[in-house]
């Protein structure tokens, strides 16, 4: 009978493999992102995604592999993927690669692999990561676009906290190319606190991700495991015995039948993976020990230095257990245990002297000679052999090392854990100081920066605190101002009370003109404008802006710019503010300072929608989210371009282009506000067309139903008028009513076009509609609009529009937004005249206001609109008939999305051109064109090309 250590036939996993098959085919047509595989440890969770891992590459799959590596409590930062891009350079070149990215992109992957050269200088930290986490997104995109693309990880249940972020914003973005991540997990290491829980549960809501739960064989499937192993099919009692004690697990059956003359079976899970290690020579077993602490890979060099054995005699040591299949020899001339809880059962077998010194060993040669392992590991092992050691001083200095390595590959949640690390061992390490040429304090802020960038607010907050307490403010002002700011965003991201306090304390602490007091004033500055103190913002922004110039710091010049630009804004001088952030956007320029670049592009998008120029807004936004793509900043800087091109579409009445955009941006896990805006915008949607249970889930989670107001004037407005607007919807305006006289109570109003005016017109529909039930009431209401309104300036088409509105000029307001091509607006303008002109007894004029109105809120499915059209058209003598109707049916024949793919289709554009022109999915392109053909009565394209000429659709 031949025996072998793994059964050469794949067994069982049918069920498995078919779902992981049929995964592939719906990522295949972009339909799937990813799979988890849990199960136990030696449940067969390598075996069975090796095996898909293979039918994938027959099929014609690029199939890339990365495995997390565990050290310590925490993995090594981002190892799956510089697993994946070493892959990637090793089957072409550093060139090819790169060849893939935008111009000069790949200089950051090089904090992974060196052979992309020098890492770019900029390390802002605010978005380095975010930038990182999208080329790697651009990378697998790129790469997809020449063949389907499989990414395995494997054991994701010791990835470090960046690779886990990595792989949920991959997760959520990777549905729009051939892409298929599939990882593995241990489900019996997943304790209530384990890190990767929150990460599951995350994912699952993801569309498009599957979970496989790997379970354990059965007595069947351990009989065929076993007749693999010996060569022949085994005694039914040996069979019962075997699954009895392995309890299905294809390690454990293994592990029994690697000493099966034994007369008897070993106590313990331990015990039987030790027994083959057990059984080799002595001096294997040592070699063995030495390797386990090593970790689960080791090269040869490395290993012979540390074992202190000549090349020869390691290898004549580690025979036996490559042929015991103990070890296994990997690439890159390295050894591998064959099963990390191998690995694990050899590491516990350690002494404890003999696991002190040997920690202290690898430590020692790694720190020799730092090519003795994968780059970017060097730092962070030797911090861990160190911590293994037992040696606090040289755990210490080592891990505040790693701590500045991780920092400048953006791994800042592992930068966080080694900086605890040296808190913990400060007081055992009586010159600390002195070691790592930094202070206490200094660590505390290190951590508190790293923290706030990783979005730990919490965790921030507790390093501030203890940073200020530790600080004399009078001793030293500046570092106390610049730790009070970070304690103002905290506070500010929380939504907690109190950072306005802590600006000004910190403004106080510095009273010279200074490169601190700059700091603290951007910063005062903006938020006073935000919360509509303009005025004070300004003079201290304009401080700021004056000092930033003396000294020549033209990229803080350039920010100041904009946050003037803000304030002009807020104050309704648009055509200034368009001005200011072109200044800013000129400096940019010269300095080639995406950045600030992008900053004044996304802000002039919202001036342009404000002066009425919206077409020119969304042209602008599109320019300026391809360049955030190109340049790996879209998840920051490019959702907020988005989320402002959203707002135009809204205007322009492109309500499923904006909705597509925010459900596209909100899966890039935008930053709380800029959710929180995109959200609004869907919000003003969904109360436009009745969708009441969308409209109050978002408005219960943006805090417009709550009764406190909002933090910034933007936020409050915004917040107000959808809480008006809800109220309404729901017919109730003595509720609408009670908003408005809170809102009119020392209001925060700002004479922003789309902010200010476009409140005082909703009070005053709400005044309208609330006369009826107590005109009282609304009467007084109205007289505090008026007030307000007294006290606003009227600047462009889109405030005069607002105004008329307020003031009961309904034509002419509607005139104003039909030049601006602004259908909703203008429908509900002519509705409201229709209304006078029936009050009037212009029973003529209101039908052909409304006319006019019903096609255009036919055509947005503005269903409370239409409604209210047709049923003021019933009360001025049933005037909209059957044409009026037709019309409207004729005028939604194809949506304006619809319109611009036909134009598309038209020229002879697939649908992945289609995709790629307009900034969607293929699939959604898909769709809107199974859309238009049965809307022009016709099955094939050319046919639709051919029917919108006719029809002359096509402008």
Not at 85 to 113: F, K
Not at 211 to 222: G, K, S
């Amino acid at each position: 009978m031949t025996r072998r250590a793994v059964s050469p036939v794949f067994v069982g996993r049918g069920a498995e493999l078919g779902t992981l098959n049929e995964a592939f085919e719906q990522a295949r047509k972009q339909a799937t992102s990813a799979v988890l595989v849990g199960g136990e440890a030696g449940v067969g969770k390598t075996r069975l995604t090796v095996r898909f891992a293979e039918q994938a590459a027959q099929d014609g799959a690029h199939v890339l592999v990365g495995g997390c590596v565990e050290l310590s409590t925490e993995g090594l930062a981002y190892a799956p993927f510089t697993a994946v891009l070493r892959q990637l350079v090793r089957e072409s070149s550093a060139g090819e690669v790169a060849a893939l990215l935008p111009e000069g992109a790949a200089r950051e992957l090089a904090r992974l692999l060196p052979e992309f050269g020098e890492p770019s200088g900029d390390e802002e930290s605010d978005s380095a990561r975010a930038r990182l986490f999208e080329l790697i997104l651009t990378l697998l995109e790129r790469l997809a676009e020449r063949r389907p693309l499989v990414l395995l990880i494997e054991d994701i249940h010791w990835a470090d906290r960046s690779s886990r972020d990595l792989i949920a914003f991959l997760s959520r973005n990777l549905r729009t190319s051939p892409v298929l991540m599939v990882m593995t997990y241990r489900s019996d290491e997943l304790h209530r606190t384990h890190p990767l829980r929150p990460v599951l549960a995350e994912l699952a809501r993801v569309d498009g991700v599957i979970r496989v739960d790997l379970p354990r064989f059965t007595q069947d499937e351990v009989a065929a495991q076993m007749a693999g192993i010996l060569g022949d099919a085994p005694e039914f009692a040996r069979v019962d015995t075997v699954f009895e004690r392995s309890g299905g697990i294809p390690l454990f059956v293994e592990a029994l039948l690697e000493h099966a003359d034994d007369c008897s079976f070993p106590d313990s899970l331990h015990d039987l993976i030790i027994v083959s290690v057990e059984r080799l020579p002595e001096e294997t077993q040592r070699v063995l020990r030495t390797a386990a602490a090593g970790g689960i890979r080791v090269g040869h060099p490395l290993l012979a230095l540390v074992s202190g054995l000549s090349d020869v005699d390691l290898e004549n040591a580690l025979r036996p257990a490559i042929a015991a299949n103990v070890l296994q020899v990997a690439d890159g001339g390295a050894y591998a245990f064959r099963h990390a809880l191998i690995r694990e059962a050899v590491h516990d077998e350690l002494l404890p002297g003999e696991h002190v010194r040997m920690h202290a060993r690898y430590a020692e040669e790694i720190d020799k000679d730092r090519g003795l392992v994968p780059h970017g590991r060097a730092a962070i092992e030797i911090a861990h052999h160190w911590y293994s050691a037992g040696d606090d001083l040289w755990a210490l200095i080592s891990a505040w090392e790693a701590a500045k390595k991780a920092a400048k590959s953006f791994a800042y949640t592992e930068q966080i854990q080694l900086l605890e690390r040296v808190l913990t061992l400060w007081n055992k390490v009586p010159d600390a100081a002195e070691r790592i040429s930094a202070d206490h304090v200094t660590v505390l802020e290190r951590a508190s920066g790293a923290a706030y960038v990783s979005g730990d607010m919490e965790r921030s907050m507790k390093f501030v605190r203890g940073a200020l307490g530790e600080l004399d403010e009078q001793e030293s002002p500046e570092r106390v101002a610049e730790l009070l700011v970070r304690m103002a965003n905290i506070k500010q991201q929380k939504g907690r009370p109190g950072a306005l306090e802590d600006l000004r304390h910190a403004e106080r602490l510095v009273p010279r003109p200074g490169d601190m007091r700059t700091f603290v004033l951007a910063r005062l500055g903006a938020e006073l404008m935000l919360i509509n103190e303009v005025a004070e913002g300004t003079a201290l922004t304009e401080e700021a802006l004056t000092v930033a110039r003396e000294r020549g710091h033209e990229v803080q010049e350039a920010d100041l710019l904009m946050n003037l630009a803000l304030g002009h804004s807020l104050s309704g001088d648009l055509e200034t503010t368009f001005a200011t952030n072109e200044r800013a956007l000129t400096i940019g320029t010269r300095l080639k300072s995406v950045r600030v670049i992008l900053r004044a592009l996304g802000n002039n998008v919202d001036a342009l929608d404000n002066l009425g120029r919206s077409e020119d807004a969304v042209a602008l936004a599109i320019e300026g989210e391809k360049l955030a793509r190109e340049c790996g900043r879209y998840r920051q800087q490019g959702v907020f371009i988005a989320n402002n091109r959203a707002e135009a579409l809204e205007s322009l009445g492109r309500w499923d282009e904006a909705i597509e955009l925010v459900d596209l941006a909100m899966k890039m896990g935008p930053s709380l506000r800029n959710r929180w805006h995109l959200l609004r915008i869907r919000a003003d949607i969904a109360v436009s067309r009745g969708e009441e249970d969308v409209a109050q889930s978002i408005l219960a989670e943006v805090g417009a139903l709550a009764p406190l107001p909002a933090q910034w004037t933007q936020e409050w407005v915004y917040n107000t008028r959808l809480r008006l607007a809800w109220h309404l919807l729901q017919g109730d305006p003595l509720k609408a009513l009670e908003t408005a006289e809170m809102a009119l109570t020392n209001p925060p109003l700002s004479q922003k076009a789309a902010l200010g005016w476009r409140l005082l017109a909703s009070i005053r529909l709400v005044c309208d509609a609330a006369a009826p039930v107590d005109r009282g009431r609304a009467s007084a209401v109205r007289a505090g609009g008026d007030v307000l309104a007294s006290r606003m300036r009227s600047s462009g088409p889109v405030v005069d529009a607002f105004r008329m509105i307020y003031e009961g000029d309904f034509d002419g307001a509607a005139g104003v937004w039909k030049r601006l091509g602004r259908p909703y607006a203008l429908s509900k303008a002519l509705f409201l005249a229709a209304g006078e002109a029936a009050a009037g007894g212009d029973r003529d004029g209101a039908c052909e206001r409304l006319r006019a109105a019903l096609p255009l809120a036919v055509s947005l499915r503005a269903a409370p609109l239409v409604t209210q059209i047709e049923s003021l058209g019933r009360r001025v003598g049933g005037l909209l008939t059957e044409p009026v109707r037709q019309a409207a049916d004729e005028q939604i024949l194809l949506t304006p999305r619809e319109l611009e793919v036909l134009r598309l289709v038209a020229a002879g554009r697939s649908n992945r051109e289609i995709a790629a022109e307009l900034f969607i999915s293929a699939k959604t392109a898909s769709v809107h064109v199974s859309n238009i053909l049965p809307k022009l009565g016709v099955s094939r394209r050319g046919e639709a090309a051919a029917a919108a000429h006719r029809l002359s659709l096509l402008g």
